[in-house]
């Protein structure tokens, strides 16, 4: 890791409380201020490189998704790595395929593991069998874990650390619960309407007045 590198995040804070204490112990990426989260593309341009066109167009893709709702119901595992599966992970997907098709040239992990590597949390990157044992044993109980992320995380290396240098929202979703509110309003706004009409229709023929305005 040199100094100015970048990549953006989830941040799952949510998940800090179950998995922070492990990780500042396993995850190699935790004391030097990384997060939990999940990686959407690493690495990104360096920083000294990052334009002001380059920022427009992460908040413009970030901006046409809605916020991402995130279930980690279990654990993966890759051959030194023991990680938080994030479900639905198509979003996360879509959104890797979205920022790696603008900048080509930055790939996910440098293409190693492909062009749509399995997104994921990681919990530990240790490589005692045991003590892997006491990690999942001390998270199982606490799954699933839901978290609604709200934007994508600009981290950048900054000598012994990274830091967040910027956060990009999603677009707002309005909540179903509202929308349904609004739409029974309009209905119940527009049954009124109706019925005045119906009233005044039957007062013309009560009263011969001309209702036609």
């Known amino acids: 890791m040199t100094e100015g590198e970048t990549g953006l995040i989830l941040h799952v804070p949510e998940a800090e409380p179950v998995v922070g204490p492990w990780r500042s112990r396993h995850d190699s990426s935790a004391p030097l201020g990384v997060p939990a989260h999940v990686t959407v593309l690493y690495p990104w341009i360096p920083i000294e490189l990052v334009t ?3 920022r427009a167009a992460v908040a413009e893709i970030v901006a046409s998704m809605g916020p991402l709702e995130l279930t980690f119901g279990g654990f993966g595992r890759f ?20 920022v ?5 040239a930055y790939q996910p992990y440098g293409g190693e593991f492909g062009d749509q590597p399995i997104p994921h949390l990681t919990v530990s990157d240790t490589h005692d069998p045991g003590e892997l ?9 606490a799954l699933p874990l ?8 600009l ?26 509110d609004v739409a029974g309003a309009a209905d ?26």
């Open 79 to 98: 051959p030194d790595v023991l990680w938080l599966d994030p479900r639905p992970s198509e979003p996360i997907l879509a959104l890797t395929r979205a």
């Open 133 to 141: 044992g006491h990690v999942i044993a001390d998270i199982e109980h």
């Open 155 to 180: 981290l950048v290396r900054r000598g012994d650390c990274w830091v967040s240098e910027q956060a990009f929202p999603f677009a707002s979703a309005v909540p179903q619960r509202h929308a349904r």
């Open 188 to 213: 119940e706004n527009r049954g009124e309407r109706v019925h005045r009409r119906r009233n005044r229709s039957v007062a013309s023929l009560d009263l011969g007045l001309d209702v036609s305005q």
């Open 52 to 54: 002001d066109d380059d």
């Open 146 to 153: 839901r978290s609604r992320v709200d934007e994508l995380s």
């Open 100 to 104: 790696a098709r603008r900048w080509p």
